[in-house]
């Protein structure tokens, strides 16, 4: 299959975001966790960290841009897939 024949199958386009994330879980906010943000559509993120939320686990997440000109961005959200890699972070 060329580049050519490929058909995007998503419904919205994600976008290549890498900055750092901050997150917490619904019901256990006293506790917040880190990882690093490398996707990021209308519907959904994708973040490596090295902690493994449920899925199902209805969390907060804060992305900090670098730099002063943009504020973070905060939204809710629930994990729908959570995979180890290579490096046994997950996502």
Known sequence: M???????KRGFVRMRVE??????IKNHEDVS????????????????T?????LGDIIEIVMNP????????VAQGNVTRCDPDDNNKNM
């Open 50 to 54: 090295d902690f493994a939320p449920n």
């Open 33 to 48: 966790h880190h990882g690093y943000s490398q996707n990021l559509s209308a519907t959904g993120l994708y973040m490596t």
């Open 66 to 73: 670098s730099g002063d000109r943009l504020l973070p961005f």
């Open 2 to 8: 060329t580049d050519n024949d490929y058909q995007e």
């Open 19 to 24: 900055t750092q994330v901050t997150y917490t």
